[in-house]
């Protein structure tokens, strides 16, 4: 990660006789404007272009300055930060990491088989180029973007998040640059991480899952889609995700938009997951994944008003987990292609519940907000496990929890 001079402490007393919320919001006041500062003085960059993310004219030369929109324009800014983006990332000898000669290798989904059952979930990871400034991504078994539609969406208001016990709130929303961008803007730069992507499509239509999938086709690095269907039809308001004809709507028409595996996000939400997964199962998905976050509120008693900007929104960490396993092992019962186990995993031992209930692999989703390498130590803790219990693959527990004879697809 770059580094950066430490920020001089400035000192922003809190005001007691308001909500916490608002007394962090004073506090902060200010802290936008050095963040600017910093972020210029790491990449060379005025504040100006640090604010907006373009050249600032009267500061680049007018003929750089050119070439750079014409470059964002038309697609090779992508492959130009590539190149620079390089030396930042990190990488390393592959037979050095712990898990080397170690059987982590699943089937993740039908057809997509990948080096370890450890992914990174939806909209905790960014665009996976972030974190590639930390560690070596490549070590993952694959990680999936953030929630991607067919228009760029600015997200929800403010607050987005509120912490609660063993978990955090969100209501982050879609924010996302559009299909279109992600697959210019980040292909290129996929390739190169060597990291398989799976693709988090969203929409509010049938149409516009079909449309962002036919936008991604073909993108550098991407060997599947992951369909959130916890998303409002906007002809009947209903999720996706709760009713298994409109999941299996969706899931035959992306089927037939793509060659790569579709994996459906289930929602905790549904009055019945499993009829979703046989549902989804039915209509051609190659995988799904149990679960997407499960909804909550919390209130703000000073203002007594809720704290998060649509009142409610997800709850996700381990205070989900729990729901998450009972669902998996569930799931894997009653069907007969790949679970991919998320919710709340933290470590090792968490992730070997959802293995033994039946999950192919896992997604470590808000753990990388409190420890970026957590994905890495559930990795390395995964491979301690087969070496130490003298397995010939993570594979052989899979779905072991499971009643005799209910194994899961990857057993």
């Not at 592959?94 to 909209?123: H, K």
């Not at 924010?175 to 991480?193: D, H, K, M, Q």
């Not at 790569?260 to 997951?273: E, R």
């Not at 679970?339 to 992730?351: F, K, L, P, Q, R």
Request: charged fraction near 20%; aromatic fraction near 4%; glycine fraction near 10%.
């Amino acid at each position: 990660m770059p580094w950066r001079r430490p920020r001089k402490q400035v000192e922003r007393p809190i005001n007691v006789s308001r909500s916490m919320e608002e007394s962090l919001a004073d506090a902060a006041e200010g802290e936008e404007e050095e963040d600017a500062v910093d972020v210029a003085d790491v990449d060379g960059a005025s504040i100006v272009e640090a604010a907006t993310g373009e050249p600032d004219d009267d500061r680049v030369p007018l003929e750089l300055a050119t070439k750079l929109r014409a470059a964002a324009q038309g697609g090779s800014l992508a492959a130009s930060a590539v190149s620079a983006s390089r030396s930042r990332f990190v990488r390393g000898e592959p037979s050095t990491y712990p898990e080397s000669g170690v059987d982590l290798a699943v089937e993740a989904a039908r057809g997509l088989r990948l080096r370890n059952p450890v992914l990174t979930a939806s909209g905790t990871f960014g665009q996976g180029v972030e974190y590639a400034e930390l560690f070596d991504v490549s070590r993952l078994g694959a990680f999936v973007n953030k929630g991607t539609t067919l228009h760029s969406r600015p997200g929800n208001p403010q607050y987005r998040i509120a912490e609660t016990p063993s978990g955090i709130l969100n209501s982050i929303g879609l924010e996302n640059p559009g299909a279109a961008a992600v697959a210019r803007t980040y292909g290129p730069i996929w390739r190169e991480l060597g990291v398989p992507v799976i693709v988090n499509v969203a929409g509010y239509s049938v149409d516009d899952y079909v449309r962002v999938v036919t936008e991604m086709n073909g993108t550098p690095g991407v060997v599947a889609y992951e369909l959130n269907v916890s998303c409002p039809n906007v002809e009947g308001g209903m999720l996706f995700g709760c009713d298994p004809g409109l999941a299996a709507e969706v899931t035959r028409a992306v089927k037939a938009a793509t060659d790569l595996p579709v994996i459906v996000k289930l929602t905790p939400s549904a009055t019945d997951v499993v009829a979703v997964a046989r549902a989804v199962e039915e209509a051609g998905a190659d995988a799904v994944t149990a679960i997407n976050t499960v909804l909550g509120m919390r209130i703000d008693t000073r203002r007594r008003r809720p704290i998060l900007g649509t009142r409610s929104g997800g709850l996700s960490g381990p205070a989900i987990r729990p729901i998450a396993v009972h669902i998996t092992y569930q799931v894997a019962q009653a069907i007969a292609i790949p679970v991919i186990g998320a919710g709340g995993i933290t470590s090792a031992e968490d992730a070997l519940e959802f293995l033994m209930a039946g999950a192919s692999a896992v997604q470590v989703g808000t753990a990388t907000f409190a420890d970026p390498l957590a994905p890495i130590t559930v990795i390395e803790g995964l491979a301690a496990y087969v070496s130490s219990s003298g397995l010939a693959s993570i594979r052989d527990i899979v779905g072991a929890a499971l009643p005799r004879g209910e194994r899961s697809a990857e057993s």
